[in-house]
C-alpha cells in the first residue's frame, strides 16, 4: 500500500467490512491494537536491519545473533525491543491458525512482560473472545501488513496520523466530537519550540493521544538532550485515549505519569508544579459541572467562569499548576480572547496579573478535522525584566501550507519565523525590530486594557478586525442593528431571508 495521505482512508474502508460483526467500543480496540503491533514491530526490525548492516559487520558470525538480541541496542535509539512470539512476521505466519486470536493476546501479554511500566493493562487483550473468527483476523493481519511507514516514520509521525484518522472515525461512529484527541503536529512543535523545553517537569491535563509529549522528545533528541531530562505528567478523561497515549509513548521507548481521569473535578495531580504545561482542551465545553466545583478551589483566582463555556476553566487549570518560574503554551477557541461578561473579567484578572506574554492566531484548516481557526496562548508565572508589562501578538492566519484540501500546516520556514519573534521578544530586543505590520506587535497592557482587554493579534499588528477578531458581543450587536435596517421597509420575506443570511456570511 502506498505511503500518501490516503491510506488511512483505504485502511478504514477495508477494515469497516468487518464491524457489522463487533461493537465499535470492541472494534476500535481490535483495530488500534493491531496497529501498535504491527507498527513496534516494524520499528524493531528496521533497527535489527541497521545493526546487521553497521554494527556486526567485525562481529564473528557466531556472535551476530547475540548482538541482534541484546535489547540494549534497541532501547539506546528508542526502539521497543520486540520479544519473538509478539514480532509481525511471526503473527502474519500463523495468520491461518484457528488460535489467532490467542497468538494474537500472547504477544501483547508478551510485551507487558517486556515493558510492565508502559503497557501493562494498555492493549486489550481480546482477540480470542471478540466476534471474528480466524478468517477475519487474517484478512486484517493482511490487510495491515501492506502498511508501508517508510524511512521517517518516526518524524512523519505516520502512526500518529493513523491513530488520528481512526480515532476521528470511531468517535464518529459513536456520535461523538472528533479530533479532541490529537493536536497537529506543527502546533506541538510551535508551542515547544517557543516554551524551549529542555528539562524538567511537563505536564498536559488533557493530553490525549500525547502529541505534545512526542514533540518534546523530538526537541531534546534533535539537541542532543536525553528523553530522561523531562519528567511526564498527563492526564486524559477517556479511558480509551488514555491507552493511545502510553502506547504512543511506549513506542518511543520513553515512560510517563499518564493518569485516567477528570481534569476538571479530580485532578490526578493536585500538588504538581511544572516548569512547561502544554495542552489542547476541549473548546467552548459546556455544562462542565460547575455546580460540582469547591467553593474554595485554590485553581479559580481570577474568578469561576460560568457553565456554558470552560475555556478559563482551564486557563485557570494551566496557571494553578505552573512553577513559580513555569511557562505555559497551549491551544484555545477564539472565543476566549474576546469573550465578555463573567469570561471578560477573569480575561482582566489576568492580563492584569502580567500572566500573558504572547498570543498568536492560527490559520483555519489546522485541524485533520475541525477547520476553525484557533488562538494560541503563552503564559508566565513571573516574566523576566524586559518583558513585564508586555505582551508579543503574533497574527499567523496568512502563514500557512495547504497539504490536503482539508488541512493546512505551518512550514519549518513558518515556525522558524515565529520562534524568532518570541526569541527576540524574550531576549529584550527594541520593539522596533520585533514589530512587524501585519505580523507582529508588542503591546503594553496599558494598550491592551484601551482595547477592552480583548486578545485578538488582529488588532494590535494593524489587521482591519475581520469577524473571527470580532468580540462576541459587538458581532451580535452589529447583526441585530444590520437586521433592523433589512426588515425596514421590506415586503418580501423571502428577500428579507437572503439578505440576512448574506449579511452572516452564509449561502441558502
Not at 291 to 308: A, H, M, Q
Not at 364 to 377: D, E, G, I, N, R
Request: glycine fraction near 8%; aromatic fraction near 12%.
Amino acid at each position: 500500500m502506498e505511503n500518501d495521505l490516503n491510506f488511512e482512508e483505504k485502511l478504514w474502508k477495508a477494515a469497516d467490512k468487518l464491524r457489522k460483526k463487533i461493537e465499535v467500543h470492541e472494534y476500535k480496540y481490535v483495530i488500534l491494537g493491531l496497529i501498535f503491533l504491527r507498527y513496534v514491530s516494524f520499528a524493531f526490525e528496521e533497527k535489527r536491519k541497521e545493526i546487521n548492516e553497521n554494527e556486526t559487520k567485525k562481529i564473528p558470525e557466531e556472535y551476530k545473533f547475540s548482538v541482534r538480541e541484546d535489547r540494549e541496542f534497541y532501547q539506546a535509539d528508542g526502539v521497543l525491543y520486540i520479544p519473538e512470539t509478539a514480532r509481525w512476521d511471526y503473527i502474519k505466519n500463523n495468520a491461518t491458525q484457528k488460535n489467532i486470536g490467542e497468538i494474537i493476546d500472547n504477544a501483547i501479554e508478551a510485551l507487558e512482560i517486556e515493558y510492565p511500566k508502559q503497557l501493562n493493562d494498555v492493549i486489550p487483550k481480546i482477540f480470542s473472545k471478540v466476534n471474528l473468527d480466524n478468517y477475519d483476523l487474517a484478512y486484517l493481519i493482511n490487510l495491515f501488513s501492506e502498511i508501508k511507514f517508510g524511512d521517517s516514520h518516526l518524524e512523519k509521525d505516520i502512526f500518529g496520523r493513523i491513530y488520528e484518522y481512526f480515532l476521528g472515525k470511531f468517535t464518529e461512529q459513536e456520535g461523538k466530537k472528533g479530533g479532541e484527541f490529537y493536536t497537529p503536529r506543527s502546533l506541538t512543535r510551535l508551542i515547544v519550540e517557543i516554551l524551549d523545553v529542555k528539562e524538567g517537569r511537563i505536564f498536559d491535563p488533557t493530553c490525549g493521544s500525547g502529541g505534545f509529549f512526542i514533540s518534546a522528545i523530538e526537541k531534546l533528541q534533535k539537541e542532543g538532550i536525553t528523553k530522561e531530562n523531562i519528567s511526564i505528567y498527563g492526564q486524559e478523561s477517556k479511558e480509551f485515549v488514555w491507552k493511545v497515549c502510553k502506547m504512543n509513548l511506549a513506542i518511543r521507548g520513553a515512560e510517563g505519569d499518564i493518569r485516567w481521569g477528570d481534569s476538571y473535578h479530580d485532578d490526578k495531580f493536585f500538588d504538581l508544579r511544572a516548569d512547561y504545561v502544554v495542552s489542547n482542551p476541549p473548546f467552548n465545553d459546556s455544562e462542565w459541572g460547575r455546580d460540582r466545583i469547591k467553593t474554595n478551589d485554590p485553581r479559580f483566582k481570577y474568578g469561576l467562569p460560568p457553565e456554558n463555556n470552560a475555556n478559563y476553566v482551564w486557563i485557570q487549570h494551566y496557571i494553578y499548576h505552573l512553577a513559580p518560574s513555569g511557562k505555559a503554551g497551549f491551544v484555545m477557541a477564539n472565543g476566549a480572547l474576546s469573550g465578555g461578561n463573567q469570561e471578560g473579567e477573569i480575561r482582566k484578572r489576568i492580563v492584569e496579573g502580567d500572566l500573558v506574554y504572547g498570543i498568536i492566531a492560527t490559520p483555519p484548516k489546522m485541524f485533520y478535522t475541525v477547520s476553525l481557526p484557533a488562538s494560541l496562548w503563552f503564559l508566565r508565572k513571573s516574566k523576566p525584566e524586559q518583558m513585564k508589562g508586555k505582551i508579543l501578538f503574533i497574527y499567523a492566519k496568512n502563514m500557512y501550507k495547504p497539504i490536503s484540501r482539508k488541512q493546512n500546516v505551518f512550514t519549518e520556514e513558518h515556525l522558524k519565523k515565529i520562534v524568532e519573534k518570541f526569541r527576540m521578544f524574550e531576549s529584550g530586543e527594541s520593539e522596533e525590530k520585533i514589530n512587524e505590520i501585519g505580523f507582529s506587535k508588542v503591546a503594553s497592557i496599558d494598550e491592551v486594557a484601551q482595547n477592552g482587554y480583548v486578545l485578538t493579534p488582529g488588532r494590535y499588528v494593524g489587521i482591519k478586525v475581520d469577524e473571527d477578531d470580532e468580540p462576541f458581543e459587538e458581532k451580535m450587536k452589529r447583526y441585530s442593528e444590520e437586521l433592523s435596517q433589512l426588515l425596514e421597509g421590506e415586503k418580501d420575506l423571502t428577500e428579507k431571508v437572503k439578505e440576512v443570511f448574506k449579511t452572516l456570511g452564509m449561502k441558502i
